[in-house]
């Protein structure tokens, strides 16, 4: 895929480049082994895409969201919004998602009964999604618009952030300061998206966000070895939170992997959590309710810990208790193919198979390195 100038500088900087993995022998056999079952996936999805360029969640629900993750699984096949076997789909979806942006810098519809109950979601993965998108746009015209959209979606996200950091499932001002941590995870996300395509994001909100995330953290198992710790991430601190949950845990991770942190302190500790509470010899297990969601960033945490990382993080460990992404793409990849439908969708969860599909997609195409957020 191209990547502009400006996208490819700022991503040297920012993020370690280790060189791609799909150039590994292993990682090749895989691609192919599973090349029929992601391509079954993309073909369904592209063809469930509407005229207007919006996908859908069950009952016509959540367009903005589903529209994001489904442009984001035909990008990372190495398609374009210019080129590409998906170009016309990709490009569809960001029109579509420029036509949803408001003078406020928020892309969605408030007053949408299908986003109103959710509307920072969408904005979060429709942030992610045209990040992805202007890194790969030539057209200056187009450029610039969307540069606008991005300016004023990060300037929202920023008045929308909670006193304590995080977000809700709506703005502060519309949901007296509530925040939850998995819309928190991904308006962090996009942010990160949006600085390492170029777009100016204030220090301060990231610094805030991740102030909440750490303040976030409960300690499960304490060590007198710090490196053995286990802590996890709750539901929402002005809550109070209740347990720690598993799946924005594993969020919380690939966030400061995104960020470059992979050696921060509190990212072994979520990681030592992580590796006890979802083990990937377990993958039938469902006990979160959340499994499409919880892998689609373990894996992400995962594939940037390679096969080395994991070791230098914890040297006390022997080489069969370390995480390795060659170790869990083995197990998993096999389950997600095991629960395709015939007609190259995935139905698990209660979302609907448009987001079922679209995150399968996002993990089993991990190794092709085409979307810079995920890239090592």
Not at 170 to 197: W, Y
Request: net charge neutral.
């Amino acid at each position: 895929m191209k990547r502009t100038l400006v996208a490819a500088g700022l991503l040297a900087l920012l993020l370690p480049v280790l060189g791609s993995s799909a150039d590994d022998p292993k990682t090749v056999e895989v691609l192919d082994r599973y090349k029929p079952v992601i391509d079954r996936g993309l073909q369904w999805l592209a063809k469930q895409q509407a005229r207007d360029g919006h996908w859908e969640a069950m009952n016509g629900t959540y367009p903005v969201p589903m529209t994001a993750l489904a442009g984001l699984a035909l990008m990372a096949e190495g398609s374009t919004p210019a080129q590409g076997k998906y170009a016309k789909e990709i490009d569809n979806a960001v029109e579509y998602l420029m036509s949803r942006a408001q003078k406020n810098g928020l892309i969605g519809r408030p007053d949408d009964p299908r986003e109103q109950q959710r509307y920072m979601y969408g904005h979060g993965f429709a942030t992610l999604f045209l990040a992805m998108a202007y890194g790969e746009e030539n057209d200056e015209k187009r450029r610039r618009e969307l540069e606008n959209v991005l300016k004023r979606a990060v300037e929202f996200t920023g008045r929308a952030q909670t006193r304590l950091g995080g977000w809700g499932y709506v703005s502060a001002m519309d949901n007296a300061d509530f925040d939850e941590g998995s819309v928190t995870i991904t308006q962090v996300q996009a942010l990160r998206a949006c600085k390492n395509a170029g777009i100016p994001v204030p220090k301060e909100i990231i610094d805030k966000a991740h102030d909440y995330l750490k303040k976030s953290t409960m300690i499960s198992v304490h060590d007198p070895d710090p490196k053995k710790v286990e802590a996890g991430v709750i539901y929402s601190l002005r809550q109070g939170g209740g347990n720690i949950r598993p799946p924005l845990t594993a969020a919380a991770v690939a966030c400061l992997f995104n960020a470059g942190e992979y050696k921060n302190e509190l990212a072994i500790k979520w990681i030592n959590y992580c590796q006890r509470h979802i083990p990937v010899d377990q993958l039938g297990r469902d006990s979160f309710g959340h499994w499409e969601y919880t892998h689609f960033y373990y894996a992400q945490v995962l594939y940037t810990l390679g096969e080395d990382r994991h070791r230098e993080l914890r040297p006390d460990l022997p080489d069969s208790q370390l995480l390795k992404w060659s170790r869990y793409r083995d197990e998993t990849f096999k389950y997600i193919a095991s629960r395709q439908n015939p007609d190259g969708s995935w139905s698990q969860g209660y979302i609907g198979p448009v987001y079922t599909t679209s995150l399968h997609l996002l993990i089993l195409q991990l190794d092709k390195g085409n979307l810079p957020i995920f890239q090592r």
